[in-house]
């Protein structure tokens, strides 16, 4: 069981001086404290950065492992970009999540002023969904009552889900597993793609063409979309001719972060803006895909340059995160475990270098029965909060959290150790706080008709037959 503790470390690239985070991992033994990393080493790292960043070139890979600034990397070709005069609207940002396109928005805001560029703000980062829907919306290839919006997955669970079952006599399990299969369909294009684990008893003829009734109707009722068909409904009107993603948004630039995340469909849509002409920047790493359970395709980040031969390549390898030691385990691990077409790279911290160097310490435990392994967790964390590191700085990692879960939370709560449990529900996702999610968004929006449903269903004693006979004869269907 690993923990993750956050340290200050110096920058990975621009103001020598200033706060950053390092990420290292501990056991028992505690973690590294300040650990001063060279100017030199700054400096070296941050020309490899920036001759990344800096790349000319049609298209651009950036292999970034862990804690070696790929997020500093795009701040700075954003802001590069942008002092090479490119308008900021016609330049689109990319991330996975939308807490990543968030968290990178800010940054990249952040950066530009600090380095007085003014336009930063004006740069569109979202994630992919969003970028698609955009682009649908400019179009007007969107036949809804209203501006669709991305259902988040509580919405997709307790609206869509919710309804589909009420609507058939299904189960929450076969509701699920019957939506799933067709997000496999619009992620991949293919039926039963690798990855996708048929349910027993399999999804029948009958229930497929169940789903799609609904999905229509439903859909245009709420005008919303489910996060798996927008990118592949984009796709397919760019494919048609209906759509031109670059004269539509003026697009001269395209970079896309996580790249590694990405499923075929995504991949396609990002080829179908390339072969317009666009100059793309790509990164990731394919050692950090870790979304295949949604379709992630770690090939398009490994096999980019061999589609595009005359990109631009780039690699970062020196970790500001952890230490020798830390970086030698990982690096061992995978490469006893590598994945099909690995790109291969060599992590290399920059504490072993620091003054004085740092090597840290790799713990492996074994422990004869699960109630001595969560003692020893909730002893470590115990001892690590002692020692003066923040109990939000400690993260527990599970292989398994339905069985171990359970054991390792009683176990730090009879030591005292305060914890957040992954169970536990968040106040944007209990009914208190969607409802008052629900109704800012009204205010905001009067034609949002996913709030209006929440608000309705989340009134005390209205069920889910209930609020969509209501919902269902108050909005527009067309």
């Known amino acids: 069981m690993l923990f993750s503790c956050r340290q200050p470390s110096p920058p990975r690239g621009g103001d020598a001086t200033a706060g950053k985070k390092c990420l290292s991992i501990a056991a028992i033994l505690g973690v590294i404290s300040n650990v001063p990393i060279t100017a030199q080493q700054v400096q070296a790292a941050q020309a490899i950065q920036h001759a990344a960043a800096h790349d000319n070139s049609a298209q651009i890979r950036l292999v ?45 805001q952040r950066y530009c002023l600090q380095h007085g560029q003014q336009n930063g703000d004006q740069v569109a980062v979202s994630t992919l969904h969003s970028l698609a829907l955009r682009m649908l919306r400019r179009a007007g290839l969107l036949q809804y009552p209203a501006n669709p919006l991305v259902l988040d997955s509580w919405e997709v ?58 999905h229509g109707p439903t859909t245009q009722t709420y005008a919303c979309v489910l996060p798996g068909e927008i990118v592949r409904q984009c796709l397919g009107h760019i494919v048609a001719g209906n759509l031109d993603p670059v004269a539509l948004l003026h697009l001269e630039h395209l970079i896309v972060d996580e790249f590694q995340d990405l499923n075929p469909i995504d991949l396609q849509f990002v080829d179908e803006v390339i072969g317009r002409g666009v100059p793309t920047f790509v990164a990731g790493d394919d050692d950090q895909s870790i979304y295949s359970f949604r379709y992630a395709s770690p090939a398009g980040i490994q096999n980019f340059v061999q589609r595009y031969a005359q990109a631009g390549q780039h690699t970062l390898e020196d970790c500001f ?63 690590l909060i002692q020692a003066g590191v923040p109990a939000r700085d400690l993260l527990i990692l599970l292989s398994n959290q339905r069985l171990q879960s359970r054991s390792i939370t009683l176990a730090l709560a009879a030591l005292g150790v305060q914890f957040e449990s992954p169970q536990e529900e968040s106040f944007t996702d209990s009914k208190v706080g969607r409802f008052v999610v629900a109704m800012l968004r009204i205010v905001c929006d009067m034609h949002d008709y996913v709030a209006h449903r929440l608000v309705l269903g989340l009134r005390p004693g209205v069920g889910v037959g209930t609020a969509m006979a209501s919902e269902k004869l108050s909005l527009p269907t067309s």
Do not use: M
């Open 321 to 383: 995160r952890c230490t020798s030691t830390i970086a030698g385990a990982a690096h061992a691990l995978i490469l006893a475990n590598p994945g099909p077409g690995r790109i291969p790279k060599n992590l290399v911290s920059l504490y072993g270098g620091s003054a004085p160097p740092v090597q840290g310490v790799v713990h492996r435990w074994r422990f004869g029965n699960a109630a001595n392994e969560s003692e020893a967790i909730a002893q470590s964390c115990r001892a």
């Open 157 to 214: 669970e307790n609206i869509f889900d919710a309804e589909f079952g009420h609507v058939q006599h299904l189960g929450k399990t076969r509701t699920e597993e019957i939506r799933r299969e067709h997000e496999a369909l619009w992620s991949t294009g293919q039926r039963n793609p690798a990855g996708y684990a048929p349910p027993d008893p399999p999804i029948t003829d009958p229930e497929r063409a169940a789903f799609i009734a609904f």
């Open 64 to 108: 970034a492992g862990p804690g070696t600034g790929k997020s500093f990397s795009i701040e700075e070709r954003v802001y590069w970009l942008l002092q090479q005069g490119i308008n900021p609207t016609r330049l689109a940002v990319v991330s996975f999540t939308r807490a990543s396109s968030r968290e990178l928005r800010d940054r990249i």
